[in-house]
């Protein structure tokens, strides 16, 4: 997938979304395939991903095949994409991935096996105690775990940084990266009439 | 055989097979009557838990997902009200949301507080039966009224294939009473 796919496949959606056939929320991802797609390199296929409600691009990136990940969307399923046999999950509750993640990342210790778990999650969650559980206990343990921190300062349209008055600092190993998104946090921008 | 004994028996019948873990605060350490339920239990299939509910049984979700049986436990029902987030928008849900696809096995052991000889009072007594059993749609949630119903209810938590994960609800005055 490179970042002409991306675009376009959340184009397709927003194509079929706006002619009202999806009848369940969408969020469309854009303005972060550069930096997606950087990050997608160290992704093996036998890793794991964990996602939010805004997942299309996690899923594409990580090998899920874009007519299945379609059709889920146009059935409504976008804010909850799950496969096991792609080893992918995405929850549309803020931090809900984290603690299962954490819990893959530590049975891939016990069984002594060589993938990784990388979780996505954006800037309001990283601020959540969930998060700071999971990362202590992570990184306590010495579980292989990534996370990624994808920072547009939105939680739906609350800014993070005047909520919490101010940002808290991204540790060393933690991933980064700040973009502006260009849908807004669900549908298009259009109004729809279903 | 007396309720104690009945789930002793049933943790050694789940400690047999080696998909299963147990986790939970107060696994490996005393300090709760779930605790001697799993003396005779090796450290080994044990994870003693910080106190964090809700991640303990998203933790319990991922273990399940690649392959462990985990039996998270929770000493108190008013603990378990802390992992409701996990318990009821995740593990519930997650077979509807990857449409079949993921049936984590869980088994989740919790138990009503006793009130004698000491009553411990609103947050350690509380029932919440009746509104899990509404709230979760997709866990079976089983009591454990009499010592005979103990066996068969780990056993089909373990093997059966109806539900992908169980809530089993002890009641701690039956641990002497029964």
Known sequence: MNKKDLIDFEKRVQKVYEAGEIKAPVHLSGNNEDQLIEIFEKIDKDDWVFSSWRNHYHALLHGFDPDKLFDLIVEGRSMGINSLEDRFYSSSIVGGSLPIALGVAQSIKLKKETSKVWCFIGDMTFETGTFHECYKYARNFDLPIEFVVEDNNMSTNTPTDLTWNKKSKIPNDVHFYEYERNFPHHGTGNWVLF | ?178
Do not use: W
């Open chain 2, 1 to 178: 055989m007396k309720y104690k004994d009945e789930l002793i028996r049933s943790m050694d019948f789940l400690a047999k097979d080696e998909r299963t873990i147990f986790i939970g605060q107060s696994v490996k350490f005393s300090g709760n009557a779930i605790f001697n339920t799993l003396e005779s239990i090796d450290d080994s299939k044990k994870i003693e838990t910080p106190v964090f509910e809700d991640v303990q049984m998203g933790i319990s979700t991922g273990l399940a997902l690649n392959g462990f049986v985990p039996i998270t436990c929770y000493p108190r029902f008013d603990f378990l009200i802390c992992a409701s987030n996990q318990l009821v928008n995740h593990l519930d849900k997650i077979e509807y949301m990857s449409k079949g696809s993921m049936r984590p096995r869980v088994i989740i052991r919790t138990s009503i507080g006793p009130k004698t000889p000491l009553d411990g009072g609103p947050q350690h007594t509380a029932d919440y039966t009746d509104v899990f059993k509404k709230m979760l749609t997709n866990i079976n949630v089983i009591s454990l009224e009499e010592p005979e119903d103990i066996f068969p209810a780990f056993e089909e938590a373990l093997l059966g294939d109806r539900f992908h994960a169980t809530l089993i609800i002890e009641n701690g005055s039956f641990y002497n009473d029964k």
